[in-house]
């Protein structure tokens, strides 16, 4: 096993550092982990970009990343579902407490959760990286490192889609062609949406959406209102969306999204929203996710969602 813990080190607001950490050594119910794949989400790049989420400060150094994968190296004493050598998915959600949420089995609710880089807790975009065993889940042998490492941000699509109800017919606008918007694109044609409208003012990312299987990638034009936005996606599907996901968190594409969504369900990242004329509409937070594992039983057994990858190598990222 190697010595060093090479580890991507957020300081403070644009101070982001490659330095070594020390190996941390399991407790009794965690595993050690040789961490292979780490994909690099927008929140990542928001803390380094910011030094802060809302009310997510840096305020101490702190490893980003928290969409990976690695190989068990070490068990802890009371380890009884994982062994050395195992191919394994993090989810970075794990509950400090059995409290209400825990209870009612959304612990992806509590308010004390530890999650993988957010303040203060640190991430896994390191080499060695230690986390509770009951939140890793075995890779089956079809599922790639770099696709196991997806699967944090496939979760966050599904979640999103079935408390949606995106099922056989559905017609869905998804606001943003992001990361996660494009695999909310996926996951709803993978469960049946019959049309997806899918905006962005990227024209790049509207390409992929296409190529990805986007009924109308619709550009998104800064002096168009949102009401005017609302007018263009109902032209395109003769229709209001059944389903409205909105994956920007930009305050005038939440507002297309309830006016586009009168008698219908929005689903929103968590984000403070500033104004908006009550309509009768539908409206979940979405807040997380949990039961990770079911998710990656899905990417086993459908083969219904294909992604593109790019690879970085950690020692060049500086370079």
Not at 1 to 29: A, C
Not at 139 to 158: F, H, K, R
Request: aromatic share 6%.
């Amino acid at each position: 096993m190697e010595k060093e813990n090479l580890s991507v080190v957020l300081h403070s607001q644009g101070d982001l550092r490659l330095e070594q950490r020390p190996i941390p050594e399991p407790g009794p119910n965690e595993v050690l982990l040789q961490m292979h794949s780490v994909g690099i989400c927008g929140s990542d790049v928001h803390f380094w970009q910011n030094g802060r989420i809302g009310d997510y400060v840096v305020k101490k150094p702190m490893v980003l990343g928290h969409e990976a994968s690695g190989r068990v190296v070490k068990v802890g004493s009371a380890v009884k579902n994982l062994k050395e050598g195992d191919r394994v998915a993090v989810e970075p959600g794990v509950p400090r407490e059995i409290d209400e949420f825990f209870k009612s089995g959304k612990y992806n609710l509590s308010p004390t959760i530890f999650f993988c880089a957010t303040p203060p807790d640190d991430g896994n975009l390191c080499r060695f990286y230690k986390h509770s065993a009951n939140f890793c889940y075995k890779l089956p042998d079809n599922v790639t490192y770099e696709e196991g490492a997806l699967i944090e941000p496939l979760s966050v699509a599904i979640h999103a889609c079935r408390r949606a109800g995106v099922t056989l017919g559905s017609s869905v606008l998804i606001c943003g062609a992001g990361p996660i918007g494009l695999v909310c694109l996926l996951v709803a044609k993978a469960m049946g949406a019959s049309q997806v409208v899918i905006t962005d003012l990227s024209a790049d990312r509207l390409v992929m959406a296409k190529e990805l299987g986007a009924d109308f990638p619709l550009t998104v034009k800064r002096e168009d209102g949102p009401e005017e936005m609302a007018k263009r996606v109902e032209g395109l599907l003769g229709a209001q969306p059944h389903i409205t996901i909105e994956c920007t968190g930009v305050e005038s594409s939440v507002q297309t999204a309830i006016y586009v969504s009168t008698a219908t369900r929005v689903i929103l990242e968590p984000m403070e929203i500033l104004y908006c004329e009550m309509l009768p509409f539908s409206l979940t937070k979405k807040t997380n996710y949990f039961n990770q594992d079911k998710e990656l039983m899905l990417v086993e057994d459908g083969g219904n969602v294909d992604a593109q990858l790019k690879k970085l190598q950690l020692t060049k990222m500086y370079a």
